[in-house]
């Protein structure tokens, strides 16, 4: 659809979910706005609605998910780590404040699907953010001195093998993460809201679905691209 000035703060949020977030970063609120338009909530927070229009179209755009395969390790950490750690670590609490109100606001009607939603998601939560700092202050680093030959210990048994243990364990971490994401597509059903879902709960909802797409293409990059050359390198 194409968003105009005068486009209902309803139909964007429910045609475009991406908006949510936009609309959340400035502060406009998107649920039960009914027909009331963008510039009409633009102005009464002082926002340029063009602006807005044009970051909820860069939010709602194809992103690119993987690095050049001709790239550096060191400059496929770099992109992992713009793409989707430091993104991470601004939408995991986002999507933890939107299910605490989804869990206080129909937690009773839905008990087997929003309780156990939010205990499976706090912990992928927590345990996330733990697992990201653990390769952007340990392994990361260790890698990229690795292949500048920094280290001064490349090319030896001793190397691989002091690199592969903590690689076994980040490989694991993934493992953890995936199940966490496979247990809430299914309390979810594949993340389908309620047909009478508000807009926050299916703004929820699509984030979800976002965070586990993302997340398979990030452990996809760690795992079978990143992973394997760094060890690779260590051998050499």
Known sequence: MDITPQTPISTIVTEVPAAIAV????????????ATPLSAACAHHDIDAARVIADIETARAPRASQAAPDQTMRDVIAHIQQRYHQPLRDELPRLSLMLAKVVLRHGERMPDVLVPLQSTFEQ?????????????????????DLESGASGAS??????????????????????????LARMRELTDSYTPPADACPTF???????????????????????ILFPRALACARA
């Open 155 to 180: 090319g030896s048994p001793a190397a691989a093998q002091w690199l592969k243990d903590p690689l076994e364990m980040l490989v694991a971490d993934h493992a953890g993460a995936e199940t966490a």
């Open 124 to 144: 992928f939560h927590d345990e996330l953010l733990e697992h990201m700092a653990k390769e952007d202050q340990g392994i990361f680093p260790a890698i990229a």
């Open 23 to 34: 609309l959340q970063k400035y502060g406009v609120a998107f649920c039960c706005t009914g």
């Open 202 to 224: 299916r703004g929820l909802y699509y984030g979800l679905a976002e965070l586990e797409r993302d997340m398979q293409i990030h452990i996809h990059m760690e795992n079978e």
